[in-house]
């Protein structure tokens, strides 16, 4: 492979493409897109109780950390930020990471490159990459599929199988609910750990699957329960942490791997909480035990129907798997797809409602999409189904089909989904009180276990129940009785559960802090009807760094 002829000597700008995110625009920022976990996929249809958080862009972070050129992050950068450090330092590599729906701004920032930093080598990496035929879409010297780490190491001359160095990441940032903003203490969020990229699963749809090999394949950052051990000691000590978001496709599939984990985390006594992805088949490859010891306090899991015939769901009985998942203490957010090739519009209501039922803590609705790069797009195209002309910045599974599907129409399509995120709240409640009872369960489950580790865990969990969440149950008691009465009763009698459990501190908190929180949350309420948007803020890290000369 070519190598840049500066070597670890060369001057490097790593950037996420440029904001503002939630707003409609020429360059494919869309307001139904915005730059949040939750409130794009997730609790979008909560209104004030919607989750609002940012995260990082882990994929160039990890590449930064993992080179020995002087190296900068630009993060969330406006237009004016990005041209403003490429005129400001000289750089030889200018690497720009996005995905497909930014495909516009990827094309914007390497033209802004060639006129403000000609001598620039312009990398292109992260999923916009798949799109087939993207070399004549953007003026990009290289544009690198999969894994980034080791490409630029060798790019650079460097040792592309060196170990790899994990980052210090806080995962959400400026986390807001119900009007309130969260206080950015120390060790106050998880950290974000990232044991390896892609899933050998498969699924035909599965983007981030597809990236990194495809079915049998995958990459992995950390072979051994030994050193993800080691990494995370690491960073639980300098980010004093006792909680992370675990960024791996599917990390209960790798059970060796997991185990000894467990393993060490027993000897060294370790009360941690991992919030992890992964599918029902993985899961069940666990005791519950298993899993509240090793600290599963959080999981995200496929509910695609059974009638897709997915390998992942197979044998299982997903409803059953949630429900016991959350008597132990562990918050289920499930993930279901909208408009799969079996669905009509005479069946979709009832699948809505059957993934509904599930009642997990938080639901993410997909369309079902063919997005470039996976055997699914190649299927799609080869039949001639994908529908001309449609935006790339409009193929993220949040608005309408890309496809042409047998039974249902592309305006039905949002329509279906616009009313499975509402009719999951309407019937299920605001996802915080959902987890409000799913904490509460494991807290009386495990409040006695003999295990110090495990009951640390869940009285660290249960001290925000017993305090600002029960304040927070009283507010969202009131506020749904508008939204539909039989929840409010429900979420009543969960506040009446905390409060035996804890007669003082619940009430007192309830009495003092309910009324401040409900003022927020009605401000928030009028403040979204408004058209309220959040957006992160810009970060510049550098690393090896020496000014220009
Ligand atoms: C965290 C995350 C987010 C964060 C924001 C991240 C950010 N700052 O941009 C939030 C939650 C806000 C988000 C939002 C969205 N996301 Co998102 N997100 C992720 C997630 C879960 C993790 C990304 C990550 O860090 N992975 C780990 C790192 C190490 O991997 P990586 O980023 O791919 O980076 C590696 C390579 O790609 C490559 N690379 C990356 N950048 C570069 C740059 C250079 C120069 C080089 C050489 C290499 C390189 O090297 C890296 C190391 O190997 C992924 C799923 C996943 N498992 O990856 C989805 C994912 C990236 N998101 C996706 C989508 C679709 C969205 C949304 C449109 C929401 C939606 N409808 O699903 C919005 C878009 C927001 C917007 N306006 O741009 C899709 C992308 C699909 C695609 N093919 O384009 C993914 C793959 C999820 C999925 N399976 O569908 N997302
Ligand atoms: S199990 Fe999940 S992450 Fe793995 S291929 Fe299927 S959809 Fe993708």
Not at 145 to 171: C, F, N, T
């Amino acid at each position: 492979m070519e190598t840049h002829p500066k070597k670890s000597h060369a001057r490097i700008l790593l950037s996420s493409v440029f904001g503002p995110y939630a707003q409609d625009d020429e360059f494919g920022s869309r307001s139904i897109n915005p730059m949040e976990l939750y409130h794009n996929q997730v609790t979008r249809a909560q209104g004030s109780f919607s989750l609002r958080m940012f995260h990082r862009s882990w994929g160039i972070m990890m590449i930064q950390e993992n080179i020995s050129a002087p190296c900068s992050v630009l993060d969330f950068p406006t237009r004016k930020a990005f041209a403003c450090e490429l005129t400001t330092n000289r750089y030889d590599i200018v690497g720009i990471s996005g995905i497909i729906v930014n495909v516009g701004k990827v094309r914007e920032m390497c033209r802004m490159v060639r006129e403000l930093s000609p001598d620039s080598v312009i990398v292109v990496g992260g999923h916009v990459a798949a799109i087939p035929g993207v070399e004549k879409m953007i003026d990009a010297d290289h544009i690198v599929r999969g894994e980034g780490i080791s490409w630029m190491r060798q790019y650079l001359g460097e040792d592309e199988h060196a170990p790899i160095k994990h980052p210090m990441i806080v995962s959400g940032l400026e986390t807001r609910i119900m009007g309130m903003r969260l206080p950015n203490r120390k060790g106050g969020t998880a950290a974000t750990i990232i044991p390896s990229v892609g899933c050998p699963m498969g699924c035909n749809f599965c983007t981030t699957s597809a990236f990194f090999g495809g079915k049998g394949k995958f990459v992995n950052f950390y072979e051994t329960g030994d050193e993800l051990f080691e990494v995370m000691c690491r960073i639980e000590a300098e980010l004093k942490v006792h909680s992370f978001f675990v960024m791996d496709e599917n990390f209960l599939l790798h059970r060796t791997r997991a185990m000894r984990l467990l393993e060490l985390m027993k000897e060294a006594g370790k009360s941690w909480e991992l919030s992890v992805f992964a599918s029902a088949n993985a899961i069940r490859k666990y005791t519950m035990l298993e899993l509240v010891e090793l600290g599963v306090s959080w999981v995200w899991m496929g509910l695609e129907s059974p009638k897709a015939g997915y390998s992942k769901l197979q044998g299982n009985d997903v409803r059953q798997l949630t429900r016991e998942l959350r008597e132990h203490g562990i918050r289920v957010q499930g993930s279901t797809i909208v408009g799969l090739e079996h669905h009509t519009p005479d069946n979709i209501v009832e699948e809505i409602e059957s993934a509904i039922a599930h009642q997990t803590d938080f639901h993410q609705f997909m369309l079902y999409t063919p997005v470039p790069g996976t055997p699914l797009y190649q299927e799609m195209s080869e039949q001639g189904r994908l529908l001309p002309d449609i935006d790339f910045a409009d193929v993220h599974g949040q608005y309408k089909f890309n496809f042409l599907h047998a039974a249902i129409s592309r305006e039905d399509s949002k329509r279906f989904l616009d009313w499975a995120f509402w009719r999951d709240f309407e019937k299920n409640g605001p996802s915080l009180y959902r987890m409000c009872g799913t904490m509460l369960k494991g807290w009386q489950r495990y409040k006695d276990y003999p295990d110090p580790r495990v009951r640390e865990r869940f009285e660290r969990e249960v001290k925000k129940l017993s305090s600002a969440y029960n304040a927070a149950l009283w507010v969202m008691e009131k506020e749904f009785k508008k939204v539909n009465r039989s929840v409010s009763d429900r979420i009543h009698k969960l506040r009446r559960e905390v409060e035996k459990e804890f007669p003082f501190i619940a009430r007192l908190t309830a009495a003092s802090l309910g009324p401040i929180l409900l003022w927020s949350t009605r401000r928030e309420e009028n403040r979204l009807a408004k058209g309220r948007t959040y957006e992160p803020p810009t970060f510049v890290e550098r690393r090896n760094w020496v000014s220009a000369t």
